[in-house]
């Protein structure tokens, strides 16, 4: 079964795949503002108004350094992004999320940590406040974030709940934890069950995450087909609530599911429910709410 092609398959569990109709029309976000040809481009999110765009870009093909950027909307057009300069300069910081009353920038850090024994530096999870038009320092998110672990990909969801995969030293262990919000931060970490209802895909299948359309009517899964252990690139597949449960979930199709190429770094515009995500680690496609439904 390929997964980029909408057609019968079988899941791990089983049971046959639906069929679904092929997603009509993608186009490129920001081209040539957030999507430039040839640049590192890694996942971004909307503030809560969906006038600016949060993201993050590596900076050294060669080291694991990032920077975290904004765009912000006139009304007529993106204009070009400008560096978030979060407290000292010089740090390797990504995966920027805002809290729904955009008061809060959560984000993944390389930064030193006094106390951390680790033998290489780990990505943790910080939190800056809105400061005036800027943020404010970051401070570690101490009760959330494990130091020996590498904390990333967060994001807050509608109810200021934050989600994130903390991942073992090793690299055999993706753990997917939530926090919930406190007047001062967030609480200490808990485990996120909400990729267990998946299961089901384990054996043949990697599922990296499940991000919620803002409304909760569907979910946006990264899968990625394994080759032996090695999971191949990874494609977006699409669930919808049915009652108290979900469908099986069904691939979005070749128009979204590029082969050989990674599909991933989802987030929702929060004015019109449309999706966003990354390809080839290059380009932000955008995909109508409207195209997402008439797949149900």
């Known amino acids: 079964m390929k997964l980029g092609i909408l057609s019968f398959g079988i899941l791990a569990s089983g049971t046959q795949m639906l069929a679904a109709t092929q997603v009509e029309e993608i186009s490129v976000f920001a081209e040539d503002i957030v999507s430039v040809e040839n640049d590192n481009l890694f996942r971004g999110n909307f503030s809560p108004d969906g006038d600016s765009f949060y993201f993050f870009r590596k900076i050294d093909p060669d080291a694991e350094d990032y920077r975290i950027w904004v765009t912000t909307n006139n009304g007529e057009r993106w204009g070009q992004p400008i560096r978030v300069v979060l407290g000292e300069d010089g740090h390797s910081d990504l995966y920027p999320t805002i809290s729904p009353d955009g008061e809060r920038l959560v984000f993944s850090s ?53 989600h994130w995969v903390s991942t073992t030293p090793d690299w055999r262990n993706r753990m997917p934890r939530l926090s919930r919000p406190t007047e001062n931060g967030y609480a200490a970490f808990e485990s996120d069950p909400k990729l267990d209802r998946w299961a089901n895909l384990s054996g043949q299948f990697r599922l990296w995450d499940a991000i919620p359309s803002p409304d909760g009517s569907f979910v946006i899964l990264g899968v990625s087909r394994l080759e032996g252990n090695r999971p191949l690139p990874s494609d977006l597949w699409i669930a919808f609530r049915q009652g108290s449960g979900w469908s099986e979930p069904v691939s979005l199709g070749e128009t979204v599911n590029s082969a050989g190429n990674h599909e991933n770094f989802v987030t929702f515009d929060p004015t019109s429910g449309d999706m966003l995500f990354v390809r080839a680690f290059a380009t932000y496609f955008r995909v109508s709410r409207e195209s997402l439904i008439r797949l149900r």
Not at 133 to 157: E, F, H, M, Q, R
């Open 110 to 162: 390389y930064r030193p940590v006094d106390g951390d024994t680790s033998n290489h530096p780990n990505a943790n999870l910080w939190m800056s406040r809105r400061n005036g038009s800027g943020w404010g320092d970051p401070v570690l998110l101490g009760a959330s974030t494990t130091l020996a672990n590498y904390d990333a990909g967060p994001w807050i969801d509608g109810d200021g709940v934050l």
